[in-house]
C-alpha cells in the first residue's frame, strides 16, 4: 500500500498528514474509548470502526488503510488470525498494525511481534501519549519494512540483469559449459554403472546449444 500524497515529517520518516486508521474491537463502549484517545493524540487521525471479523474483512478488501488496530480477543477468531489476514491483503498487506491486548498478556503481544505486528497495548492501561507514540511508530515501522523490501526487489533485479548480461558473454558462456561438462563428469565418476545406464541425448543437446553460436539468453 503506498502512502497518501500528502505527507508530514515525524521523527523517523514520512508519515500521512490525515491518518486512514481502522479500528476492530468487539466492544462498542472500548472502541469509543479508544477514539476519544485517538481524538487526544495531537494526530489527524479518521477512524473507521468495525466489530467483528466479517466487517474487518469486508474493510481491508474495499480499501486501503494506513494502521490498523487490532483487538485480540474476538467473538469469532482471534486478534492473531485478523493479522494473518491483513498480510495477505493485496490492499493492506503493508499497513502499520497495532495489536491491543489485556493486562498481563505479554505472551500475546509477544507471539503476535514475531508474526510481524508492528507494536501492542494493553487496553486498560492505554493513554492518548501510549497511543500516538504507538501511531507513530508503528507506521515508522512499517514504512521502513516497505523501503527494504522495495531495496530487496531492485537488488535481486539487478542481480538478474548482471546475470543476464553476463551469459550473454560468449567467453562467460563457454566457461559455464565447461563447468557444466566438468561436473556431470564427476557425477560419471561416482556412479558410472547408473550414469552409463540413462539416455543422455537431451544433456548434449543442451550442452550443445549453449556452446553453439546461438545467442544463449539466461532465464
Same mark, same amino acid.
Given at each position: ?62 480499501e486501503g488503510f ?74 515508522? $515501522?512499517?514504512?521502513?519494512?516497505? *523501503?527494504? !523490501? @522495495? %531495496? ?6 539487478? &542481480?538478474? +540483469?548482471? /546475470? ?14 565447461a563447468l557444466f ?6 557425477? $560419471?565418476?561416482?556412479?558410472?554403472? *547408473?550414469? !552409463? @545406464? %540413462? ?6 543437446? &543442451?550442452? +550443445?546449444? /549453449? ?9
Amino acid at each position: 500500500m503506498s502512502l497518501p500524497a500528502t505527507v508530514m515529517e515525524s521523527e523517523g520518516g514520512p508519515r500521512p498528514e490525515r491518518i486512514k486508521a481502522l479500528l476492530l474491537d468487539d466492544s462498542t463502549f472500548d472502541r469509543a474509548r479508544i477514539r476519544r484517545l485517538s481524538d487526544k493524540t495531537r494526530l489527524m487521525v479518521d477512524v473507521t470502526e468495525v466489530c467483528d471479523m466479517t466487517q474487518m474483512k469486508e474493510a481491508v478488501a474495499r480499501e486501503g488503510f494506513d494502521l490498523i488496530l487490532i483487538d485480540y480477543r474476538l467473538p469469532q477468531g482471534d486478534g492473531l488470525e485478523v493479522l494473518d489476514f491483513i498480510q495477505q491483503s493485496a490492499l493492506n498487506r503493508d499497513a502499520a498494525t497495532i495489536m491491543i491486548t489485556g493486562n498481563g498478556d505479554m505472551e500475546t503481544a509477544v507471539t503476535a511481534m514475531r508474526n510481524g505486528c508492528h507494536d501492542f497495548l494493553t487496553k486498560e492501561a492505554m493513554t492518548a501519549e501510549q497511543l500516538r507514540f504507538a501511531m507513530v511508530g508503528a507506521m515508522e $515501522a512499517a514504512a521502513n519494512r516497505r *523501503a527494504l !523490501a @522495495a %531495496q530487496s526487489r531492485q537488488q535481486r533485479e539487478v &542481480i538478474r +540483469a548482471g /546475470l543476464k548480461d553476463a551469459l550473454m558473454d560468449r567467453e562467460v558462456q563457454g566457461a559455464v559449459v565447461a563447468l557444466f561438462r566438468n561436473e556431470v563428469s564427476k557425477m $560419471a565418476q561416482r556412479g558410472p554403472v *547408473a550414469y !552409463a @545406464a %540413462q539416455d543422455h541425448s537431451d544433456l548434449d543437446a &543442451i550442452l +550443445a546449444t /549453449l556452446g553453439d553460436d546461438d545467442e544463449f539468453i539466461f532465464r
